[in-house]
């Protein structure tokens, strides 16, 4: 029994001549070692170029042979000697003497001395232990910390402050300096822990913890509880100190009264007192307040056809920035950039190609860890096709409650160049554009939106509307009823009646339409003679016997609000107010879009579509094959296509003529509704 415990009091000399000097260490015992597989390292590294004699610390049974390769060695007894050519006449078996020569170091240029493990029957241990170690060893170097980072706890979500609060991981960048020279400046640690403490230190309000001693080997399985292995690798060692080595742990600063505090590391080798840094922290309260969510203004292209989207800054102190989600035409949502707490523009640095459909989105965030996060703007679309007549879809309100309503109104415009804009972006805009589509929901309308509107549809614009409280809301001025009379056709009877279910009317664009509505909506009057209004509109959607739709030929308006509805509804009243007021995608044109004089006036899928030289009036009448004039409208039309949808007539064939000026084209139909 002496004898045993003699031979663990005593020390071991240096594997390299003269072993009874110290020698230079260049990889302490339990460093992170990146593989593959990534492991604890387990033995000390002691630099000797290849060629440099190894002897025997020890008297023992050769154990281990392996004679070539980079992991070559020798192990004698409780020692193994790796990277080591053994000597040639060494076998299984034979016994060797404390200082024997036992081989030479191979082209790793260090022998990595292991003490303990493999064959034999010790545990693998650190040999700079101060009791039964390599001796002589001193040690007049300490322990460095050169960083450290925050973690929300068991994750790779880093704390970008020091302000802390919930569950937290603690990372330290740490090193030991075992001697000077070209090696064992950048070792690993022997011990390393933390504590917290008041802000002047003067307590504990953590007492110190330190669950890393590096004296024998961690299972494999402590490994990735030890070393943030993101970071970590060879030469760098990033130690998780809130962790054990038998798993997950963190600091809970729910736990600890808001303030100022400091957090100290303490870290040692294995010679050396163990030596404190100090980093201060602010222990903060839980904050569970999202920022406000972010209202778009605008989406648009740039000169260069980048996409631009615009919105309205928001006002949290808290705010720490926004994220842009975005996705194209049937793919994923994803996150596309992110903006400063000032930011209210972000420009994608790709060019829109034409053709795309484009949807954007965005959230804020706070400077809270982890981030409150607010919920999902309303979602703005896009599409470039620069030869198309120019959409402008508007928000009056109705993405408020139905963030995705531009996905089928968008669907709805094919063929066209569609952008998206709030109100405001409307108001100052809308001249730029061919048409322009408001949706209210349940707002109101703005009055600063009537005089904008009735220049735009008096200089040959097209304008929809839809809302639940529009024809109350436009009728309370004078200039409103002007826009509804004269513009829209339209007067607010002053009911509001419980409309279950719409039909649309037949003969118009809107004929097959029907879907339940379940919703109180407000009943407009249509002339009945021409005289009765400056504009005659034409009832277009029918609840019962009260219209809650109507047209002319260049404005649509809906006295309900479209949030409610399914997408596929949605899409189909937006497509026939398109029609209705004679709205022409690319591919709609005729011909590939190259017009010849004979190809002006054609006839396709119900739809008259007539090629004007100018901005004026055309006017169109039909008559059957005895003469019989069957219909007559006046329409204004643009400098290029126009779509006229004809409605009213039995099937049959016909003949059409476009007036304008001084000529007339003439055009042989067939009608089959």
């Known amino acids: 029994m002496s004898a045993f415990l003699v031979f663990f009091l005593l020390s071991y000399p240096w594997p390299l001549a003269p072993q009874n000097e110290r020698h230079s ?83 790793a240029n260090h022998v990595h001395f292991k003490d303990g493990g493999g064959a034999s029957s010790y545990a693998t ?6 009791v039964d170690g390599l001796e002589p060893f001193e040690d007049n170097y300490h322990t460095g910390v050169l960083g450290i980072w925050y973690f929300r706890d068991n994750t790779s979500d880093q704390i970008p402050s020091n302000s802390l609060t919930g569950i937290v991981d603690v990372v330290v960048r740490a090193i030991d300096t075992t001697n000077l020279g070209a090696t064992g400046q950048n070792n690993g640690v022997f011990s390393i822990g933390y504590a917290l403490l008041t802000e002047d230190t003067s307590t504990f309000v953590i007492p110190p913890h330190i669950p890393f001693f590096f004296d024998t080997l961690p299972p494999s399985s402590a490994f990735p509880y030890t070393y943030y292995e993101d970071w970590s690798n060879t030469s760098e060692y990033y130690y998780i100190v809130t962790n054990e080595f038998f798993g997950n742990s963190y600091i809970d600063f729910t736990t600890v009264s808001p303030g100022n505090y ?26 569970s307040i999202p ?6 203004s605008a989406l648009q292209l740039d000169g260069e056809n980048h996409l631009e989207l615009h919105w309205h800054p928001s006002p949290d102190s808290d705010l720490a920035g926004y994220k842009i989600l975005l996705k194209f035409n049937s793919s994923n949502w994803e996150e596309w950039g992110s903006a400063g707490i000032s930011d209210s523009i972000f420009i994608t640095t790709e060019v829109v190609p034409e053709g795309w459909n484009f949807y954007t989105k965005m959230i804020a965030y706070d400077d809270f860890w982890p981030p409150n996060v607010s919920d999902t703007s309303e979602i703005f679309v896009l599409r470039r096709i620069d030869a198309a007549p120019k959409i402008l879809l508007i928000n009056g309100g109705a993405l408020n409650d139905r963030k995705s309503l531009f996905i089928p109104a968008l669907d709805a415009m094919e063929g066209l160049d569609v952008k998206s804009g709030d109100l405001d972006f409307g108001v100052s805009s809308l001249f730029n554009y061919d048409a322009g589509f408001v949706v209210f929901g349940d707002s109101s309308w703005t009055p600063e939106l009537t005089s904008v509107v009735i220049n735009f549809v008096g200089n040959q614009g097209r304008f929809f509307i839809s809302g639940s409280r529009i024809l109350s809301s436009i009728s309370s001025t004078q200039e409103g009823n002007t826009l ?11 009911n509001r009646i419980f409309c279950d279910t719409i039909v649309g009317v037949t003969g ?32 277009a959607l029918m609840s019962h016997n009260s219209v809650v739709g109507a047209f002319t030929d260049s404005t649509v308006i809906f006295s309900f609000k479209l949030t409610n509805l399914p997408d596929s509804i949605v899409q189909k009243l937006l497509q026939a107010a398109k029609d209705a007021m004679q709205m022409i995608g690319v591919e709609e044109y005729p011909g590939g879009g190259v017009t010849v004089e004979k190809d002006r006036l054609i006839f396709k899928g119900n739809s008259l579509l007539f090629y004007s030289h100018r901005n004026g009036q ?49 055009v042989k139909i067939f009608f089959s509704p």
Not at 125 to 130: D, E, F, G, V, Y
Not at 484 to 494: A, H, I, K, Q, R
């Open 262 to 287: 400091i957090l100290a590391v303490i870290a040692s080798d294995t010679r050396n007192p163990a030596d404190t840094f100090y980093y201060p922290i602010t222990v903060i309260p839980p904050d």
């Open 125 to 130: 241990r650190n040999a700079l232990l101060p």
């Open 291 to 296: 920022p406000q969510t972010p209202y778009l």
């Open 484 to 494: 509804l009379n004269d513009y829209f056709g339209v007067s607010y009877s002053g």
């Open 25 to 107: 260490v260049s990889g302490t015992f339990g460093e992170y070692r990146s593989g593959p597989p990534p492991h604890f390292h387990d033995g000390t590294d002691i630099p000797g170029t290849e060629g440099t004699a190894v002897y025997a610390v020890a008297s023992g049974e050769v154990l281990w042979l392996e004679e070539t390769g980079y992991s070559s060695g020798v192990r004698v007894g409780r020692f193994a000697y790796v990277h080591v050519t053994p000597r040639a006449d060494l076998s299984l078996g034979d016994y060797v003497n404390q200082g024997e020569f036992v081989g030479y170091t191979n082209y």
């Open 508 to 539: 118009t664009p809107f004929e097959g339409i029907k879907f339940a509505l379940m919703d109180s909506v407000e009943e407009m009057c249509v002339p009945t003679q021409k005289n009765e209004l400056p504009a005659f509109g034409t009832p």
């Open 618 to 666: 055309v006017k169109i009448e039909v008559f059957d094959l005895v003469g019989r004039k069957r219909l007559q409208k006046n329409y204004s039309v643009i400098d290029g296509w126009n779509k006229f949808t004809l409605w009213g007539l039995n099937p049959g064939i016909y003949f059409v003529t476009a007036s304008q000026g001084g000529e007339k084209l003439k």
